[in-house]
């Protein structure tokens, strides 16, 4: 299938059992709206799955491993062979992420789509496009064509992937750097506004961290309507293939847990790129990247909780898929006010939508 088959497929959220959801919802023994986001995300999943009552059970995060040339610029306070070692320690449960997926049963698949060395670990998926992006300070990271292949990498192995939700994550020193590079362009934002220090940089580093991108934009001229133009040139094939699994998510319709800043720049090349899959992404944790913001708003979405979390990986995803977990609970097993023994009549007035003090007065 082409990138535009997958996209086709991707239709709008199912209303009739959205519908059945909140009527259910409505039911339950709880003053209206009592569970906020619970209900909500409960809602959601009604809608992506044409199903009431869901369950989360096999919970699936992909991490997406790639190089980035632009490290030569001296962006990062890691070197760039960090990228190699953690790829490989996050199928062995060794980083944050993997740990999480570890505590709470979660599965995870590492796929190297461009990790700058030699992969001998057979855990990690081996889909490599090349060794590394080259350095967009000086030309483009890749050619249109890998950025393509890259989309298609990651739509296809969600494709693969049989679980009840998934979780989009990566691993590649630098890749805040191009994230950032891609927000600005897409946003038509300023490098400031959309750039942070990462995974912590001197304030000198920071300060060069932004003129390398100013300069990457400069010398690359990506045309801000042309998702492939601006992944291509100031990119990196690590936000290709988690745009692309973002999209494969939707493609299945099953909900699909953007993590932090990098995670939710690869989700808004996928709402460009196919606009009803937004409907089906499901924020974990509010980074704290300066540019995440910017990224959730342009996607009218909201993070579900803040914990000042900045370390990527995907480690937002698994805290998230408990968030879903307890959602469905919510709505297949609270008694409803006629299963309580409740007589929900006192509830009227609030649902005619009159408002009360704390006392109970109007």
């Known amino acids: 299938m082409t990138l535009q088959d997958y996209i086709s497929v991707v239709s709008p959220l199912n209303d009739t059992a959205m519908a059945a959801a909140r009527e259910r919802q409505a039911q339950l023994a709880k003053p209206p709206g ?26 699936q995060l992909l991490v997406f491993a790639a190089d980035n040339g632009v490290v030569a610029e001296g ?4 070197p760039q062979s960090v990228t190699l070692m953690q790829t490989i320690n996050l199928t062995r449960h060794k980083t944050g992420a993997s740990t999480l997926c570890k505590h709470f049963g979660c599965n995870i698949t590492v796929c190297d789509v461009g990790v700058n060395a030699d992969i001998k ?3 990690v998926l081996n889909k490599k496009i090349a060794y590394g992006t080259q350095n967009i300070a000086k030309g483009p990271a890749m050619t249109r064509e890998q950025a393509m292949q890259a989309i298609i990498t990651g739509i296809e192995l969600v494709q693969n ?15 805040t750097t191009t994230s950032s590079a891609v ?24 300060l060069k961290k932004k003129q390398v991108i100013k300069t990457a934009i ?16 100031v990119g990196g094939f690590d936000i290709a293939a988690m745009c692309g699994a973002f999209i494969g998510a939707a493609a299945t319709r ?13 989700a808004l090349c996928a709402n460009k790129l196919c606009p009803n899959s937004t409907a089906y992404f499901i924020p974990s944790h509010a980074s704290y990247e300066i540019g995440y913001k910017l990224a959730m708003d342009a996607m009218s ?25 307890a959602a469905c609970a919510i709505l297949n097993d609270m008694a409803t006010f006629d299963q309580a023994g409740i007589d929900d009549g006192y509830l009227d007035e609030i649902r005619k939508g009159d408002k009360f003090t704390v006392e109970g007065k109007a």
């Open 254 to 266: 099953r909900p699909v847990v953007i993590d932090g800043f990098i995670s939710a720049v690869a």
């Open 75 to 78: 962006v990062s306070s890691a």
């Open 34 to 59: 009592s569970l906020g986001r619970l209900e909500d995300l409960s809602i959601q999943l009604a809608g992506i799955t044409g199903k009431v009552h869901n369950k989360i059970e096999k919970k």
């Open 218 to 233: 400069d010398v690359n001229k990506p045309d801000k309507n042309d998702v492939f133009d601006v992944l291509a040139k």
């Open 121 to 123: 670990e057979p855990k």
């Open 161 to 175: 992937t049989d679980a009840d939700v998934i979780g989009i994550g990566e691993m590649g020193i630098g890749n």
């Open 301 to 325: 979405l909201q993070p579900l909780f803040l914990l000042g979390m900045r370390l990527g990986e995907g480690s937002g995803c698994p805290l998230a898929f408990e968030i879903l977990d």
């Open 183 to 206: 927000l600005a362009v897409l946003l038509d934002a300023d490098v400031e506004a959309v750039t942070g220090r990462g995974g912590g940089i001197t304030d000198q580093s920071f």
